[in-house]
C-alpha cells in the first residue's frame, strides 16, 4: 500500500455511512444473495435505510428484464420491500436492440434469458449470417467457459457482426461456485478484434437510469454526494462507482475473497491505480 493512502475501514454495519446518503445503488447478486440464498443481513440494512426514508435502487448487471429479476429474488427470499426499483442489463440491452430495430439478430447465451426479447418483435438468424449478436451467457454455463466457443467467435469476427454483451460481469458466485458470465465471452471476442457494446455496470448508462428512478421516487436531483454504491466487484461495481462519481462500499463475496478479510487482503485488490471505496464488510448488514 502506498504511503499516501489510507486503510480502508473494514466495518460490521452500514449505520454509520446511511447517514450520510439519501439513496443507495446497490448490486444484486453477491450482496443480497448468491445465487441460492439470500443474505438476511443485507435485506434487513436496505429495509432499515428505506425506513427511514432512504431509497435504494437494485442495479445488476443479470441479462433479463427487472420483472424476471424481481421473480428471482422472490423466490430465493429477498422481500419486496428492501428495495424501491430494480434496474437491469437486460433493461439497457433491450434499449439497444430497439436501436436496432430490423436487424435480424443471434442469441448466444440460455434459453432462461429469452425474456429479454418479449415484446420487441426481433428476427432472430442463424449465427453464421447475423449482424447482430446479443450475448446474454453460455448455453451451459456449469461446465463450459469461452474456450469452447471458440470457433463460433471466429465466425462472428469473419461476418463483422456487433455483440451486444447483456452481462459485462466476467463470473458470479452460485452457492459455493464460481461461473462464467457474458463479460468473459465479450472480452474474448475483443480480443480477437470483434466489435462489443456492453449493456451495465461499470457503464454509464446504466448509473443513468438508476439515477432516473431516484429523481422519480424522491421528486429531485440528489447529489453525487449523497448517493452511496454497495457491491462486491472490483470490475463493475467499484469501478462503474468511480466512473459516477460515488462513493463505493466493497462487500466481500468469493470472486474476490477466499478467506478472511483484512487490511492485507484489501491491499492487494485495491493498488494504488484502483478506485478504492470508503469502506469494506464481509456482508451488508444493518
Not at 161 to 167: E, G, Y
Not at 177 to 206: D, F, N, Q, S, T
Amino acid at each position: 500500500m502506498s504511503s499516501t493512502q489510507a486503510p480502508i475501514p473494514i466495518i460490521k454495519s452500514i449505520a454509520d455511512l446511511a447517514g450520510s446518503a439519501d439513496a443507495w445503488i446497490c448490486d444484486i447478486w453477491g450482496v443480497l444473495h448468491n445465487g441460492a440464498d439470500a443474505f438476511a443481513p443485507a435485506a434487513a440494512a436496505c429495509r432499515k435505510f428505506r425506513s427511514g426514508g432512504g431509497v435504494v435502487v437494485l442495479l445488476t448487471n443479470a441479462p433479463r428484464p427487472h420483472g424476471s429479476v424481481i421473480e428471482q429474488m422472490r423466490g430465493l427470499g429477498v422481500p419486496d420491500d428492501a428495495y424501491d426499483a430494480v434496474v437491469t442489463s437486460g433493461d439497457l440491452t433491450r434499449r439497444l436492440i430497439t436501436k436496432h430495430a430490423g436487424v435480424p439478430l443471434f442469441h448466444l447465451g440460455p434459453s432462461r434469458d429469452l425474456s429479454i426479447f418479449d415484446g420487441l418483435g426481433v428476427t432472430f438468424a442463424g449465427a453464421a449470417e447475423a449482424p447482430f449478436v446479443v450475448c446474454s451467457g453460455f448455453y451451459d454455463d456449469d461446465v463450459e467457459s469461452p474456450a469452447d466457443y471458440v470457433e463460433m467467435l471466429a465466425g462472428f469476427k469473419l461476418n463483422e457482426a456487433l455483440m451486444v454483451c447483456a452481462n459485462p460481469d466476467l463470473v458470479v458466485e452460485r452457492g459455493d461456485r464460481i461461473v462464467y458470465c457474458a463479460g468473459a465471452m465479450a472480452e474474448a471476442y475483443e480480443k480477437i478484434g470483434g466489435r462489443v457494446i456492453y449493456a451495465g455496470k461499470p457503464h454509464l448508462p446504466a448509473y443513468d437510469m438508476a439515477f432516473d428512478h431516484i429523481k422519480r421516487l424522491t421528486g429531485r436531483d440528489v447529489p453525487t454526494s449523497r448517493v452511496l454504491a454497495i457491491g462486491d466487484s472490483l470490475r463493475t461495481d467499484m469501478k462503474g462507482a468511480a466512473n459516477a462519481g460515488l462513493r463505493a462500499v466493497f462487500v466481500s463475496s468469493a470472486i474476490h475473497v477466499k478467506g478472511v478479510l483484512d487490511q492485507a487482503t484489501l491491499d492487494k485488490l485495491f493498488l494504488a491505480d484502483q478506485p478504492r471505496p470508503v469502506a469494506a464488510m464481509t456482508g451488508l448488514a444493518p
